[in-house]
Structures are given as structure tokens and as C-alpha cells.
């Protein structure tokens, strides 16, 4: 595959460079992973993979600083991966374990860190949007140049409620980022038969919201938006919406056969656009990595979640009592 010119304007190292490869190497090897774990048994319920999407969170993370926030829908292992959450950690949750991030009892859709200002995956569609609005609004309150980073779908932007929290971020001038992850796909409803709108950040326009469209198969395009949108709220100008246009290879759901699209649909992205291929060809034809140091990352990044997985098998099931605890009443 050749190497895509990036867009981006933001000048990055060789080292930068080879650790957003390792960044978005580990979200894919992980989920490919979780993918197994789920087919032999060891993830219940429901489980949502982020293949293909590696660069807007990782794109997106190169923008942040100590104390800003992120909150997101159902496919979340990417974004607990990309802000430091421990793989161990998470691979456990997802197992039901009870060295996983909430004691086993949140399972692949909702886990949370406060200790990495990672304030969950939400399994109701949209019901994330005015949360991050909420955690924007602490920031402000607080006097702080934190941001939140708000993600959702491009079924989400559907709901009632996103408009709702675009009137109230823009009257109160809040840090928040809205990141439309458009991955073209609401479960199995193509964007173009959902929505009239040729895009879906200029919705944010009737509230004066400003924002744009990212490439979001290019790591290196999502973080120079994410600088603007990032330099945009620390200023203290209100929110901004990213509608970051990405490609999830596999289904909705691990549940899902995905038979709305094409087989060569799918074959296509992954050939033409992967965001992965595209910044190991940067590194080797710039001659910032050989193929003997990407091998070598990958067989580290394989030991990495390998050991995630051996570590929730062994990990315990939540002792009973631990139904009565984190409860309100």
C-alpha cells in the first residue's frame, strides 16, 4: 500500500510518529483479542469493537494535558486504551473479573477511571453528549482551562438531546469538544438513508457552534483539528464540533454479521485507507523505523495484550457481597 500525503498541518517528530503507531497498533491488537475472548466465551453480554477507528481517539489524545476529560458511547476500549487506562484493567472488566476497572460489574460498556478523567462508556445511544457537557461545565465553574472531549456517532447526532446540549454549551460558553465519530454505520442504517444533512457538524451552525470536517483515517489530519478545536475551548470560546469521519471493519456488535455492506466495501478501506498501514509507511519510507523495529513493536505490543489476557482469566469473579456495594440505596 502506498503511503496517503497527510493533510495535516501539524509537524510531528519520528518519535511522535512511532508512538501514535504503537498507540493505535495496541487498540487494534487488543480488540482483535477482546474479538477472541468473546467468541470462546470469556466476554458476556454485548461487546463493540473500535477496528479501523484507531486515529480519532489517538489523534485526539496527542491534544490533551493532565486534568482534561473524556466520556464516550458503547465502543470505548479504544478510548480507555489511547488515555492510559491499564490494558490489564480493562481486559479484565470486560471478562467480568474483578481486577477490572469497576470490579467486574460494568462489563465492556461501562467502565470508568477517575484517576484518568475517563468518565465512561454509556449504553444508551446519545445519553453521553450532555454528560460531557456537564463535566465542561465543573471546568468552567472551577475557572480551569481543562476540556472535555465529548465523543459519539453519527447515529447519535440524531437525537434530541445533542441539540439540547449544543444550545446550552454555546449559551454558556462551555470547553467541550464534540467529536462525531461517523463510522457511515448507525448498527446497520447507512448515514446517507438516516440523515438529509450533507454533514453533520455544520448542524451545529443554528447555535453558532463552530467545527469541521476530519479525515479521520489520518492520525495525523485528526490531530492538527484537535489542536485547533483543543486552543479554540482553552480560550474560552465555547465548543467545538469535530465530525471525524472514520471506518469500523467490523460489525456493530460482535452479534452483528454486517450484512449491509459489500465484503468488498470493507476490503477497500482496509487496503486503500488504514490509518495503521498509513503511518508505517511514513516511518519506513522516511527511514524513522525499519521493518526489523515494527516487527519488534508489534511482537511487544502482542506480549502487552497477551498478558492482559492471562491476567483476566486469572483475575477472580466478584465475590457476592460485591452486589451490594457502589449502590445508592
Not at 479484565?92 to 462489563?107: I, N, P
Not at 454528560?131 to 456517532?153: E, M, P, W
Not at 465530525?243 to 460489525?251: F, H, K, P, Q
Amino acid at each position: 500500500m502506498a503511503a496517503r500525503k497527510s493533510t495535516a498541518k501539524s509537524n510531528v517528530s519520528a518519535e511522535e510518529l512511532l508512538s501514535y503507531y504503537r498507540d493505535m497498533l495496541l487498540i487494534r491488537r487488543f480488540e482483535e483479542k477482546a474479538g477472541q475472548l468473546y467468541g470462546m466465551g470469556l466476554i458476556g453480554g454485548f461487546c463493540h469493537l473500535y477496528i479501523g477507528q484507531e486515529a480519532v481517539v489517538v489523534g485526539l489524545e496527542a491534544t490533551a494535558k493532565e486534568g482534561d476529560k473524556r466520556i464516550t458511547s458503547y465502543r470505548d476500549h479504544g478510548h480507555m486504551l489511547a488515555c492510559g487506562m491499564d490494558p490489564k484493567g480493562v481486559m479484565a472488566e470486560l471478562t467480568g473479573r474483578e481486577g477490572g476497572y469497576s470490579k467486574g460489574k460494568g462489563g465492556s460498556m461501562h467502565m470508568f477511571s477517575k484517576e484518568k478523567h475517563f468518565y465512561g462508556g454509556h449504553g444508551i445511544v446519545g445519553a453521553q453528549v450532555p454528560l460531557g457537557a456537564g463535566l465542561a461545565f465543573s471546568d468552567k465553574y472551577k475557572g480551569n482551562d481543562n476540556v472535555t472531549f465529548t465523543y459519539f456517532g453519527d447515529g447519535a447526532a440524531n437525537q434530541g438531546q445533542v441539540y439540547e446540549t449544543y444550545n446550552m454549551a454555546m449559551l454558556w460558553d462551555l470547553p467541550v469538544i464534540f467529536v462525531i465519530e461517523n463510522n457511515k454505520y448507525a448498527m446497520g442504517t447507512s448515514v446517507q438513508r438516516a440523515t438529509k444533512s450533507p454533514s453533520l457538524w455544520e448542524r451545529g451552525a443554528a447555535y453558532g457552534i463552530k467545527g469541521e470536517e476530519v479525515d479521520g483515517m489520518d492520525v495525523l489530519a485528526v490531530k492538527a483539528a484537535g489542536e485547533k478545536a483543543v486552543a479554540h475551548c482553552r480560550a474560552g470560546k465555547g465548543p467545538y464540533i469535530l465530525e471525524v469521519m472514520t471506518y469500523r471493519y467490523r460489525g456493530h456488535s460482535m452479534s452483528d454479521p454486517a450484512k449491509y455492506r459489500t465484503r468488498d466495501e470493507v476490503q477497500k478501506m482496509r487496503s486503500e485507507r488504514d490509518a495503521i498501514e498509513n503511518v508505517r509507511e511514513l516511518l519506513l519510507q522516511g527511514k524513522h523505523a525499519s521493518e526489523d523495529k515494527l516487527k519488534e513493536i508489534d511482537r511487544d505490543i502482542k506480549a502487552i495484550v497477551n498478558e492482559a489476557a492471562e491476567f483476566s482469566k486469572e483475575s477472580p469473579e466478584p465475590a457476592l457481597e460485591e452486589l451490594w456495594t457502589d449502590i445508592y440505596a
